[in-house]
């Protein structure tokens, strides 16, 4: 992706921890920036995330100031409790930049008093599957955000998967459900693998299908445009292991049980973000 005089852009993150990772590697896969534009910044004991950024062929330091003096576009993606300190030694150097946060819980209020009132920030929540080009994202612009900014990182969010402009009510409950949800289903597929493997299925091909299965689910959902219910009653013939196996999930609560780590999860952003 080049900047507005045609240049590679310029991005830099402060903070390399898993997130910027999949977020770099994303951006890097999907063509939109070279390793070598990429600045990144790290604790003094973070080697093991800086290695990381090195082998992209980004630049690292210790220090947050050169990774904002180098970057058109500043993804701010340390701990939400690091936020304040890391605004605070690169305050004088954000005029006239782009800063992107990931962090939770961290309002775009507290952001905005944070750097120099030229400073546009926009607040996204993106997830891992940034990675591999399936991420699910939304952004929420910022009282100095531009048009041309709301641009760039819905086409860089675009580019790893897909992304929606939201309000900021609505950042917790999406971290709850998009944000956390790999969580949810990567717990999901093991606990499918693991029910096939008790039923003589090895590892590796249990783990395989109920990736896929998972995967290919998503896909109808979003490509038919049908109700997952109407979904599932195609699949559930009377009588059938289908039905079979809902009825059982049923029966334990599974929906109370995933609706409910949705509200769980949602409470606890607001927790972070001081609403509660």
């Not at 090195?54 to 180098?70: C, F, H, I, N, W």
């Not at 059938?240 to 196996?245: D, N, R, V």
Request: one cysteine or more; charged letters at 20%.
């Amino acid at each position: 992706m080049r900047n507005i005089c045609g240049n590679l852009l310029k991005m830099g993150f402060l903070g390399g921890g898993k997130t910027a990772q999949a977020m770099a590697k994303g951006f890097i896969s999907a063509g939109l920036v070279k390793g070598e534009n990429i600045t990144a910044s790290f604790s003094p004991q973070d080697e093991v995330n800086l290695q990381a950024f090195k082998e992209l062929g980004a630049g690292t330091y210790l220090d947050s100031v050169p990774v904002v003096q180098r970057s058109e576009v500043v993804f701010i993606t340390v701990k939400p409790w690091i936020v304040p300190a890391v605004l605070k030694q690169v305050l004088t150097n954000s005029k006239d930049k782009l800063f992107i946060s990931v962090a939770m819980g961290v309002k775009l209020k507290e952001l905005e008093a944070s750097l120099l009132p030229t400073a546009r920030v926009i607040r996204v929540m993106p997830n891992t599957a940034t990675l591999v080009r399936a991420g699910a994202s939304v952004f929420v612009r910022g009282s100095a955000a531009t048009e041309d900014d709301c641009s760039l990182t819905q086409s860089l969010l675009e580019s790893v998967g897909t992304c929606d402009e939201v309000t900021e009510q609505l950042i917790d409950p999406i971290t709850a459900l998009s944000g956390s949800g790999p969580g949810y289903v990567f717990t999901m597929i093991e606990a499918m693998a693991d029910g096939a493997v008790k039923m003589g299925l090895s590892r590796d091909l249990a783990y395989k299908l109920a990736a896929q299965t998972v995967m290919g689910s998503g896909k109808m959902v979003l490509e038919t445009g049908a109700h997952p219910g109407q979904l599932k009653d195609d699949v559930a013939s009377p009588g059938g292991s289908t039905i079979t196996g809902i009825s059982f999930l049923e029966k334990h609560a599974f929906r109370y049980i995933v609706s409910g780590a949705i509200e769980a999860a949602t409470q606890r952003c607001r927790e972070v973000s001081g609403k509660e």
